[in-house]
């Protein structure tokens, strides 16, 4: 099966500038998350959708940071505006709901702020 | 979920076994451990999950202690391709996972 598709691979902004990054889960995964990586740290989760709904946005700083998924598949999460302390790596993540086998990430992207 | 504790870092030599470990002493019973690695510029990638009983895949071994408060994640025959960051979760079915900062593993030719 097709992974999760993420891009752009890389981005690089200057602070106070907006940015958006996009996602397409694996097929039929209805429940899909988007992590921020800080470089030396493990994810951390941002938001969690179940199909179109969202289930937990407690750690979405929400003044500057949205996140969408309008029809249940792919989604896009937006930064506006950017601040230096957003640089980092943004994972999408989906999951089937199904089993117990976790999650499966995306390659993810490369936020610089400058 | 109850928290872990991992090594920063270890080294392993080339075709030996890597052997890492997880503290976990706060476990409780329906709460599976979870090891994930992520390779530099990838997203996690999952690689095995236990409850009670030791698990055993194509990629690893994980072999839980009877009291369950540690794990030990076994690489068999560690290739550089193995080199990455490991992290041990524990987590309640259909919860979030939160990631600690992981084992950064180097194998070593």
């Known amino acids: 099966e097709a992974g999760v598709a993420q891009s752009p691979r890389y981005k690089i902004i200057e602070k106070r500038q907006s940015v958006a990054f996009w996602c397409n889960p694996i097929s039929g995964h209805a429940t899909l998350y988007w992590y921020q990586q800080i470089l030396g740290q493990g994810p951390k989760l941002l938001i969690q959708f179940q199909n179109n709904g969202v289930v937990d946005d ?4 929400k003044d500057r940071f949205s996140a969408e998924r309008l029809k249940g598949v ?4 937006k930064i506006q505006p950017a601040k230096l302390e957003d640089s980092a790596v943004y994972l999408c993540a ?13 390659s993810g992207t490369r936020l610089t702020v400058v | 979920d109850a928290k872990t504790t991992q090594p920063t870092s270890m080294d392993c030599a080339e075709g030996r076994a890597a052997n890492l470990p ?3 002493s706060t476990i409780s019973g329906n709460e599976y451990v979870y090891w994930y690695r992520q390779i530099h510029s990838q997203g996690p990638q999952y690689i095995i999950h236990g409850l009670k ?7 690893a071994s ?16 560690a290739t550089l391709r193995d080199t990455a960051v490991y ?3 524990v987590r309640v079915f ?8 992981g084992t950064s593993l180097t194998v070593i030719p």
């Open chain 1, 74 to 77: 792919d989604s896009t999460l």
């Open chain 2, 22 to 24: 997880c503290n976990h």
């Open chain 2, 94 to 101: 259909g919860n979030q996972f939160y990631f600690g900062t």
């Open chain 1, 94 to 106: 989906s999951s089937s709901g199904r089993g117990n086998y976790g999650y499966t990430f995306g």
């Open chain 2, 62 to 77: 994980l072999i839980i202690t009877e009291d369950r408060k540690s794990s030990t994640l076994i690489l068999p025959h």
């Open chain 2, 53 to 59: 009983n030791n698990e055993t895949n194509e990629m």
């Open chain 1, 58 to 61: 407690s750690q979405l700083p």
């Open chain 2, 87 to 89: 992290y041990c979760i």
